[in-house]
T-cell receptor, first 115, second 111 residues
Framework: DAGVIQSPRHEVTEMGQEVTLRCKPI?????LFWYRQTMMRGLELLIY????????DSGMPEDRFSAKMPNASFSTLKIQPSEPRDSAVYFC?????????????FGQGTRLTVV | DQQVKQNSPSLSVQEGRISILNCDYT??????FLWYKKYPAEGPTFLIS?????DKNEDGRFTVFLNKSAKHLSLHIVPSQPGDSAVYFC??????????FGSGTKLNVKP
């Protein structure tokens, strides 16, 4: 398995533009998470899906952020319009929701720079 | 409100010595705890975990200790190696759903 795949790896955009980040979770995993990493706040959970349904989006910073999971193998995180303070590394992770010990597997992240 | 906290942003130790990374949490309902290691330009990778029914878990040079009464866990690396230099995140979860992460501790192991 190739692991969690995120695209693009790097994104540079101008303030006000729409940005879409993509994630392909590990096949068979039923939970998907979007995280944001910044210097000040470390890793923040933005939203998580279970069986393609958004369960908790309380971490989404504001209405400019939206996330979708149209099927079990794909999710997007969209920022519209983007602002310089959105610059961060965004991680997607997936896990198998079960009663045995497990962990979340992370993608390599998308480094977003908004200028 | 951060439910998982790592109060030391950085730690520097000499090669061969012990590295101790600390983590505190506030939610007594967490039942599983994990440590992740992150190198620059890479995603975090799983390192070691512990269930709330245990107080210690060991894997090679890595040992995680859990003190439920103090809501505190720590990661011990013995002996520390330069390749261990990375950012370490602790995480907690309940029922293996959402994972709450600390802000990370940057470990520097000096040769």
């Amino acid at each position: 398995d190739a692991g969690v795949i995120q695209s693009p790896r790097h994104e540079v955009t101008e303030m006000g533009q729409e940005v879409t980040l993509r994630c392909k979770p590990i096949s068979g995993h039923n939970s998907l998470f979007w995280y944001r990493q910044t210097m000040m706040r470390g890793l923040e959970l933005l939203i998580y899906f279970n069986n393609n349904v958004p369960i908790d989006d309380s971490g989404m910073p504001e209405d400019r952020f939206s996330a979708k999971m149209p099927n079990a193998s794909f999710s997007t995180l969209k920022i519209q319009p983007s602002e310089p303070r959105d610059s961060a590394v965004y991680f997607c992770a997936s896990s198998l929701d079960s009663l045995v010990d497990t962990e979340a597997f992370f993608g390599q992240g998308t480094r977003l720079t908004v200028v | 409100d951060q439910q998982v906290k790592q109060n030391s942003p950085s730690l520097s130790v000499q090669e061969g010595r012990i590295s101790i990374l600390n983590c505190d949490y506030t939610n007594s309902m967490f039942d599983y705890f994990l440590w992740y290691k992150k190198y620059p330009a890479e995603g975090p990778t799983f390192l070691i975990s512990i269930s709330s029914i245990k107080d210690k878990n060991e894997d090679g040079r890595f040992t995680v200790f859990l003190n439920k009464s103090a809501k505190h866990l720590s990661l011990h690396i013995v002996p520390s190696q330069p390749g261990d230099s990375a950012v370490y995140f602790c995480a907690a979860t309940r029922n293996f759903n959402k994972f709450y992460f600390g802000s990370g501790t940057k470990l520097n192991v000096k040769p």
